[in-house]
């Protein structure tokens, strides 16, 4: 355990207060909470108005669940929502609106449901995120969807387990939004209380240090109005891909926070709707 007590230096020049703060999106959003409310509402809706695919089982934990939202094409593709909370809080019952703007464009829309930490580990997350997309290409078939392309999609701690998904053979894009590359400042900030993190696992569990080797194409978005540390991470995330030869896009979306980003995915026209479009149209 490292002693930050004195002040100490613990991270790119920070201390364990400043890396703390570094990292708490919700502190400098006034209005996150009203957001979230307006989230909640919303989803509520669209899950009462699409009630015929949700909560599919794809494991054996209480939250190995996944809602589907079909456009109503043949061979739609289909995008898989990946929510937020630092690995540690909410619900993808919470999310369903950001399914608003993909459905309106053509895609199915898949959001995946995950155990929170301190109940498992990143490891085991990061596991029940790969269950979940392998049984949307091997079960979604027989219920209508996932024969399409494959876009996996997430937000803040879903940007993460996004890009620990890439690897896959059942991914054929991705759209990561605000989110964490390399996961060793939460190790030495307030997020370890639950995730409890080790050196080696957050060595590990860090997309940046592991890039794969399939030539996935990832878009990494992010707002500029979102804290430095939240922008360091895109953007170093994506030259290190782009160092290594692998496709990508990288979109800074002016003005927004870690939370008004998602507006530009929850609207038809919206700038994060475009590029998952983007995305589907490149891999026709």
């Given at each position: 355990?490292?002693?930050?007590?004195?002040?100490?230096?613990?991270?790119?020049?920070?201390?364990?207060?400043?890396?703390?703060?570094?990292?708490?999106?919700?502190?400098?959003?006034?209005?996150?909470a009203a957001r979230r409310d307006a989230w909640i509402a919303r989803s509520?809706?669209?899950?009462?108005?699409?009630?015929?695919?949700?909560?599919?089982?794809?494991?054996?934990?209480?939250?190995?669940?996944?809602?589907?939202?079909?456009?109503?094409?043949?061979?739609?593709?289909?995008?898989?929502?990946?929510?937020?909370?630092?690995?540690?809080?909410?619900?993808?019952?919470?999310?369903?609106?950001?399914?608003?703007?993909?459905?309106?464009?053509?895609?199915?829309?898949?959001?995946?449901?995950?155990?929170?930490?301190?109940?498992?580990?990143?490891?085991?997350?990061?596991?029940?995120?790969?269950?979940?997309?392998?049984?949307?290409?091997?079960?979604?078939?027989?219920?209508?969807?996932?024969?399409?392309?494959?876009?996996?999609?997430?937000?803040?701690?879903?940007?993460?387990?996004?890009?620990?998904?890439?690897p896959l053979d059942e991914v054929d894009a991705g759209l990561a939004i605000?989110?964490?590359?390399?996961?060793?400042?939460?190790?030495?900030?307030?997020?370890?209380?639950?995730?409890?993190?080790?050196?080696?696992?957050?060595?590990?569990?860090?997309?940046?240090?592991?890039?794969?080797?399939?030539?996935?194409?990832?878009?990494?978005?992010?707002?500029?109005?979102?804290?430095?540390?939240?922008?360091?991470?895109?953007?170093?995330?994506?030259?290190?891909?782009?160092?290594?030869?692998?496709?990508?896009?990288?979109?800074?979306?002016?003005?927004?926070?870690?939370?008004?980003?998602?507006?530009?995915?929850?609207?038809?026209?919206?700038?994060?709707?475009?590029?998952?479009?983007?995305?589907?149209?490149?891999?026709?």
């Amino acid at each position: 355990m490292t002693d930050t007590s004195n002040g100490a230096i613990i991270f790119r020049g920070m201390t364990r207060a400043q890396l703390d703060d570094a990292y708490d999106n919700g502190k400098v959003v006034p209005d996150a909470a009203a957001r979230r409310d307006a989230w909640i509402a919303r989803s509520a809706q669209i899950r009462n108005d699409n009630p015929e695919l949700l909560d599919l089982a794809y494991g054996p934990a209480a939250r190995n669940r996944i809602d589907v939202f079909r456009c109503g094409k043949e061979r739609a593709p289909l995008f898989a929502f990946i929510h937020g909370g630092y690995w540690q809080r909410n619900h993808k019952d919470l999310f369903a609106c950001m399914a608003e703007g993909p459905l309106a464009r053509g895609c199915d829309v898949a959001l995946i449901g995950y155990t929170l930490a301190p109940e498992v580990t990143l490891t085991e997350l990061v596991a029940e995120i790969h269950a979940a997309i392998r049984w949307l290409r091997r079960e979604g078939p027989g219920r209508g969807f996932g024969t399409g392309k494959l876009v996996v999609s997430g937000w803040s701690a879903g940007g993460h387990l996004t890009a620990s998904a890439l690897p896959l053979d059942e991914v054929d894009a991705g759209l990561a939004i605000s989110g964490i590359y390399d996961v060793e400042p939460c190790r030495l900030n307030y997020l370890n209380d639950k995730l409890r993190l080790t050196a080696t696992e957050a060595e590990a569990m860090s997309p940046i240090r592991h890039l794969p080797q399939r030539r996935t194409p990832l878009t990494v978005a992010f707002g500029t109005g979102e804290l430095p540390e939240l922008q360091r991470q895109s953007r170093e995330y994506h030259r290190a891909r782009q160092d290594a030869g692998l496709p990508g896009v990288l979109r800074p979306l002016e003005s927004h926070n870690h939370f008004s980003i998602m507006d530009e995915l929850t609207s038809p026209q919206g700038r994060l709707t475009a590029a998952v479009n983007d995305l589907i149209v490149a891999l026709r």
